[in-house]
């Protein structure tokens, strides 16, 4: 008997962006367990199937139930929104099987689980794409939640952030019982980039009620946000454009030059793969074109 767990990533919200693999894990199981929000964005898909709906604050409940169900023989589907590998339920999962393995948990059953983990687009990408290219340059997440991460250790990873000049995206940035570490957050970047640096607020991501707000650094307040919003701050070079009504974000990835000169955009480094830099197509082209030339 095959026991098969999905671990799904179903996007941020628009059933266009779910990806086509989810689609079919999603179609193939019996079982889904979810936040009963994600079973409510995936509509009709979830139609004569059996709904296993945990609230907030039961993820290892949620993890649990899955293995359990799989290991019954039931081929189950465990869900969240945007990619489940990031902030989410897949890293539960893995880290049941870990207490498992170590003979701190009493469910051997599940080691005969066949699992596949199958990624979506993340909440700070949608936000990005929505906006221009706010990603284009290195980049950080950081949860603002010190539910399970001690507020000393994000203070710093805050810090860290700011010296090296990272776009950060805010993951968890306010709740109904925090709100100040955002704040303090925009305080601590504002140490090492300028006041006008752009930020994007983008609430309900893809959805139906999606909001979108631009603003400088030094007006980022957590007024403006809630549970439901991710925020993402640009570096000291991220740019915002605007062009007649249409405004976008942008992070240059180092082209100026280049584009100055006249030059092909790839670095001398690209052509001999001493420089990974993800221009892998840029880098193929030119590799082509010196060998026939």
Same mark, same amino acid.
């Given at each position: ?77 465990l869900i969240s929104s945007g990619d489940i590998g990031i902030y989410a339920m897949a890293t539960l999962v893995f880290e049941l099987l870990d207490q498992q393995l170590q003979g701190l948990e009493q469910h051997p059953e599940w080691l005969d689980v066949d699992i596949e983990v199958i990624p ?15 990603? &284009? ?135 001999? &793969? ?20």
């Amino acid at each position: 008997m095959r026991k098969q767990l999905y671990v799904v990533g179903i996007g941020p919200g628009d059933l266009e962006l779910v990806a086509p693999k989810a689609l079919k894990a999603i179609q193939a199981s019996s079982d889904l367990v979810a936040y009963g929000l994600y079973l409510d964005l995936l509509g009709d898909l979830c139609q004569n199937k059996e709904h296993h709906d945990l609230p907030l604050g039961e993820e290892i409940g949620r993890a649990r139930l899955a293995l359990d169900l799989a290991a019954s023989g039931k081929t189950t589907a465990l869900i969240s929104s945007g990619d489940i590998g990031i902030y989410a339920m897949a890293t539960l999962v893995f880290e049941l099987l870990d207490q498992q393995l170590q003979g701190l948990e009493q469910h051997p059953e599940w080691l005969d689980v066949d699992i596949e983990v199958i990624p979506g687009i993340s909440a700070m990408q949608a936000g990005a794409s929505r906006v221009g290219a706010l990603l &284009g340059h290195d980049f950080c997440t950081i949860s603002l939640s010190d539910l399970l991460t001690p507020w000393e250790t994000i203070d710093q990873r805050i810090h860290s952030a700011g010296q090296g000049d990272f776009v950060v995206s805010f993951y968890n940035p306010v709740s109904k019982k925090r709100d100040w570490q955002l704040n303090h957050a925009r305080d601590v970047l504002l140490q090492y980039r300028p006041a006008s640096t752009p930020v994007l607020i983008g609430r309900q991501l893809t959805r139906s009620d999606e909001q979108i707000r631009i603003v400088r650094l030094d007006q980022l307040d957590a007024s403006q946000v809630d549970m439901f919003t991710m925020v993402s701050v640009g570096n000291s070079e991220s740019r915002h454009i605007i062009n007649g009504s249409k405004e976008w974000l942008y992070t240059p990835r180092g082209y100026r030059k280049k584009l100055k000169t006249g030059g092909t955009g790839v670095d001398e480094t690209d052509v001999d &793969g001493t420089d990974v830099d993800g221009t892998d197509v840029d880098r193929t082209e030119n590799v082509l074109q010196e060998v026939t030339v």
